[in-house]
């Protein structure tokens, strides 16, 4: 499997490669329907409940292969994920945590060929944190022991083979390799009140 991955306006392209555990899931959170704000693309991202499509899976699967000076990096907190970005046209790529062992990243769905999603992904989709869903009827959560342990299946896999190494995203030293925007507490604030 090689799964394209693009911005909108296409001046950041990459693929995923190889075969790995992967998991799909929806998060009704309200810092990822805040990320979607941020960006200005609230109808592009979040479902009419709130929830972002997301894609989980090994960072060192993926790969940039163009418009690497386009990718940008927001955390919503100075603990906060670090949550990849498209600058050229804010499309967002995905999040990661910010030690580069625990090597994974939730690709969001926007920067995916949906047409693909269900053949290379898998059909099973957990939903998480929906007690920040918005509209009625609430999704119920659902998925969420199968989605952790495939968590846990894609960090230990990548930690024992020492493959999270390989990761694009960070620095031999362990840095992101794009210096990240925090916003401030006002800041966040503000983006959590927006409609």
Not at 93 to 105: C, D, M
């Amino acid at each position: 499997m090689m799964h394209k991955i693009q911005c909108e306006c296409g001046s950041l392209l990459g693929h995923i490669d190889g075969k790995g555990i992967t998991s799909r899931v929806i998060c009704y959170c309200t810092d990822c329907q805040a990320f979607a704000k941020y960006l200005g693309k609230s109808a592009n991202i979040l479902d009419a409940h709130g929830g972002t499509d997301i894609v989980q899976l090994a960072q060192p699967r993926l790969h940039i292969t163009h418009g690497l000076e386009h990718l940008a990096l927001l955390r919503l907190s100075p603990k906060g994920l670090l949550r990849w970005y498209a600058s050229c046209c804010n499309t967002p790529i995905g999040n990661t945590l910010s030690n580069p062992k625990v090597s994974f990243i939730g690709l969001v769905h926007s920067c995916l060929d949906k047409t693909w999603l269900e053949t290379d992904f898998g059909r099973d989709v957990a939903k998480v944190n929906t007690e920040s869903t918005t509209g009625e009827p609430k999704p119920k959560t659902s998925g969420l022991f199968g989605n952790v342990m495939r968590f846990f299946g894609i960090v230990l896999s990548t930690l024992i083979s020492g493959k999270y190494k390989h990761s694009e995203l960070f620095t031999k030293d362990g840095a992101p390799i794009v210096t990240p925007t925090i916003l401030t507490d006002e800041q966040l604030g503000q983006l959590k009140k927006q409609k």
